[in-house]
């Protein structure tokens, strides 16, 4: 069955850095967009996705702070976030839809001085 695993959430200053990574696994990764979202309390926004060539789309709140990137050799996204701001803090989520949304269980990340 299809699982992710999130890692690399963490309490980090403003202007910090963080890498999130997501390891997959039950299913052809290589075949499927991969998205990583975020929840915040009352907000759950779609952060970043990759798709199955490379192409790229993030939310305009993290463009030119993030970078999503993919190894399918290792079934693995990942999410770099630079100049993380306060307002980033929540919990990050990776996610495959194949008619179905499957969701890892989530990684907190707190920004904060």
């Known amino acids: 069955q299809v699982q992710l695993v999130e890692s690399g959430g963490g309490l980090v200053q403003p202007g910090g850095s963080l890498r999130l990574s997501c390891t997959a696994s039950?299913?052809?990764?290589?075949?499927?967009?991969m998205s990583w979202y975020r929840q915040a309390p009352g907000k759950r926004e779609l952060v970043a996705r990759i798709?199955?060539?490379?192409?790229?789309n993030y939310a305009d709140s993290v463009k030119g702070r993030f970078t999503i990137s993919r190894d399918n050799a290792k079934s693995t996204v990942y999410l770099q976030m630079n100049s993380l701001k306060p307002e980033d803090t929540a919990v990050y989520y990776c996610?495959?839809?194949?008619?179905?949304?499957?969701w890892g269980q989530g990684t907190q990340v707190t920004i904060s001085s």
């Open positions: 039950g299913f052809t990764f290589s075949s499927y967009a």
């Open positions: 798709f199955s060539g490379g192409t790229t």
């Open positions: 996610n495959v839809f194949q008619g179905l949304n499957y």
